[in-house]
């Protein structure tokens, strides 16, 4: 969704802004735009398209002179990315700024007042209404108008707020998003996310829901809902700017496909200690765990599919019942949860709405949940009753490669830990799930040499008009992720499919125009997944096999062959997704895609 950043201090503030901008831009891109406030007035540059399109306009940001300003980058809910919809948005005699990260849900009704006292609107957004109400309730007290105007909104939301008439200070107001203030030496910052903050300082504030900030230069002060001050503790934050930067690569996605044998290194070795899973912040006895009589996890998108492997992988480990639900689905299912439910939110971003919107369903039930997430100090992390970081590091680009191995590698840990406790693994069986487990990061880091001749097969089939993966069991899971890693970046149509499902109805569509990714990493089900590459090879269709390293057997069946190293077959996801990414990101490289930031998407879904 929608980046916004704030700055007070001594430099010129536009350079910063835009700045922080650009490392937000992975959260909305179709348009942007920055306001400083420059002696009793403010000054606003806005345009559609890119953050780059701003700078230029701007002269990265030299040409707009003022050391305190607020900047945004869109991905538009109400009104197209326009010019004039682009935010910030001025109230009506330009006293105001506002730059907004979420939906006003009242706002219509809010605009009909708004407009029925004679205000004029510019905008089709719902933010404008929140600039005018500020003018509105604004009598010389600057916190009293920002708490009077937030008390008038529902909805989800986090504000920027620059008032013309208070040099140097900024308002931000979260009620449901990121929000992260940053504290410098004489300059201080809020934004949607630290990698817009960490060029500049490592101390940060996590903001919590209901809360609002003013900030100077030198002070920063919160506030809860009433308007009482609240105390905060400072984070460290512990990555440095580079790992959010490209480091030589094209394409913030290839940097994270490679970093991952890395980011897998970091989720697994410190959870084992002495031969044995353990999670700092989060134990349970056996007794405590007996008592659950089923598992959920719940989460969206590729977290949900990595969800769904997990289901596979608990199940088998511990014999424990495990549903894997769409949150956006759980939410509104009435689901039959309570205190004997454990439920497991997986998310990179930690803000995801529905996945945010479904913990809290279950938990008023009665469930405990444990989030597996990234992002340090994100909602979901502090909503959730456990957590388990899964530390990736920043994950940039829209698609999610990394984010997505490392949420398995948590999922594994926790599924092998249960198995241990539960005594549904011991001895051997156990030592070997905890050697696999250390094997997966060279594992994943062979699954990318083995396959250099991705780039060769994707440029062969680049010109695809819609394809299939199929896999069966965690091969199924696993062809989830491979199809969505495709379309999201190339826009190519394709489905995933449980390979024994196909005969039923979606055979009708296999011809010779076809290609058919197939899966074969589960050996118990290499004969059965053969069948259904010969019922498509039968219709015309042209098979790419993913098949373990050394089985020879594939290249009498499939076209062409990709490569997952062997290991413990129950991870076989992680090791398999890995080809797949390269080859979405290749089709999508020969197809001239905006690969980082893919048309219509956003890194971050704020929104339900
Ligand atoms: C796809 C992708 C999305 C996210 C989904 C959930 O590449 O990144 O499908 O997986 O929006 O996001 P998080 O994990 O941040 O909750």
Known sequence: ????????????????????????????????????????????????????HLAELTGGGRALEGVCGLAHTRWATHGAPTDTNAHPHLSEHGLFAVVHNGIIENFAA???????????????TDTEVVAHLLERYYDGELKSAVMRTAARLEGS????????????????????????????VGENFFASDVTALVSRTKNVIYMDDGEMAELTPERITVYDRTGRETAKSVSHVVWDIEAAEKGGYEHFMMKEIMEQPRAVRNTIEPRI???????????????????????????????????????????KLCRIPVEAELASELRYSDPIIDEHTLLIAVSQSGETAD?????????????????????????????????IYTHAGPEIAVATTKGYTTQLAALYLFAVWAAGLLGR?????????????????SLVQRSIDLNVHVKYLAERWHELGSLFFIGR???????MEGSLKLKEISYIHSEAYAAGELKHDTIALIDEKRLVVALCCQSALFDKIVSNIREVKARGAKVLGVAPEGNRRIFAEADD????????????????????????YYVAAANGCDIDKPRNLAKSVTVE
């Open 473 to 479: 069991n965690i091969d199924y899971a696993a062809a």
């Open 157 to 184: 939301y986090v504000l920027g707020v620059v008032c013309a008439r208070e040099p140097g200070k900024l308002f931000c107001v979260k009620e449901a998003g990121p929000l992260i203030i940053g504290l410098g």
């Open 425 to 441: 693994a011991g001895g051997e069986r156990y030592d070997g799930l905890i050697a696999s487990l250390r094997a997966l990061p």
């Open 355 to 387: 996945t945010i919107a479904a913990m809290r369903e279950c938990m008023e039930r009665g469930a405990r949940c444990l989030a597996i997430v990234n992002v340090v100090g994100s909602t979901i992390a502090r909503l959730a009753d456990n957590v």
């Open 273 to 315: 200690r002495g031969g044995q899973v353990e999670f700092e912040g989060f134990s349970m006895t056996r007794e405590e765990l007996e008592s659950f009589d089923k598992i959920v996890i719940t989460a969206c998108g590729s977290a949900y599919h990595a969800g769904v492997v997990g289901k596979y992988v608990i199940e």
């Open 561 to 584: 062959v990709l490569f997952a190293p062997r290991g413990e077959e129950l991870f076989s996801a992680m090791t398999e997704i890995v080809p797949l990414q390269l080859f979405a």
């Open 1 to 52: 969704m929608c980046g916004i950043v704030g700055y007070t201090g001594h430099v010129q503030a536009a350079p910063v802004l835009l700045d922080g901008l650009r490392r937000l831009e992975y959260r909305g891109y179709d348009s942007a735009g920055v306001v400083v406030q420059d002696e009793g007035a403010l000054k606003m540059v806005k345009a559609n398209g890119a953050v780059s």
């Open 110 to 124: 809010l605009r009909a007042e708004l407009e029925a006292e004679g205000v004029v609107f510019r905008s089709e």
